[in-house]
């Protein structure tokens, strides 16, 4: 079946734009993550939801970053006034079941340059 | 707050050599422990999982790790590394009393000399 999807997966901005980055969970999926990953460094938490209701959001760096999820189902993150330092690849995952023990399954990342 | 060390930014082995990864975690309680592979273009791939009972578990594409608490280390092995096995593999930790959330190590980037 289909697994998660993002688009776009490469996105080009000039710094002072404002960006959104779209997730598709896998269909059914009750809980969506977002989570940057930095070059050579791993994955690290920025929010997530269950459902439509946003659980934790306080891995945003700052209030230019934010996310919504209206109909519990895709999921948009948006990043106002970019900077440089936004530059990131920006990955989005979904679990079955909101326990811990649930896999979370990772779509491909958004690449996205601050110029 | 949990966190994952991964001291080996890369590691190169000869095809058919065995592999061992490392991690090391901190977290106040039995911790939820997973190792992901990433190649190029791709997402993250769970290779396997610990949650609780027998620590030495089984994970896809021959991969085992084990736990052990005395260590905080959850090590991922691999008898004889393939040349597909070439990749980036990170170490994640979660917590039952934090969501979902998981938390990653650095990674280490595996290189497979022919």
């Known amino acids: 079946g289909a697994g998660v999807s993002q688009s776009p997966r490469y996105k080009v901005t000039k710094r002072g734009q404002d960006v959104a980055l779209r997730c598709d969970p896998i269909s059914g999926h009750v809980s969506l993550y977002w989570y940057r990953q930095a070059l050579g460094q791993g994955p690290e938490f920025l929010t997530y939801f269950n459902y439509e209701a946003q659980q934790d959001k306080s891995g945003l760096p700052n209030d230019r970053f934010s996310a919504e999820r209206p109909e519990g189902s895709i999921s948009t993150l948006t990043i106002q006034r970019t900077e440089q330092r936004d530059s990131a690849m920006y990955r989005c995952a979904s679990s079955l079941g909101a326990a811990s023990t649930y896999e979370q399954y990772f779509g491909p990342g958004t690449r996205l340059t601050v110029t | 707050a949990q966190s994952v060390t991964q001291p080996d930014i890369h590691i190169t082995v000869s095809e058919g050599a065995s592999l061992e990864l490392r991690c090391n975690y901190s977290?106040?309680?039995?911790?939820?422990l997973f190792w992901y592979v990433q190649s190029p273009g791709q997402g993250l791939q769970l290779l396997l999982k610990y949650f609780s009972g027998d620590t030495l578990v089984q994970g896809i594409k021959g991969f085992e790790a084990e736990f052990k608490r005395s260590q905080s280390s959850f090590n991922l092995r691999k008898p004889s590394v393939h040349w597909s096995d070439a990749a980036e593999y990170f170490c994640a930790v979660g917590a039952s009393n934090a969501g979902n959330m998981l938390t990653f190590g650095g990674g280490t980037r595996l290189m497979v000399k022919p």
């Open positions: 977290y106040g309680a039995t911790p939820y």
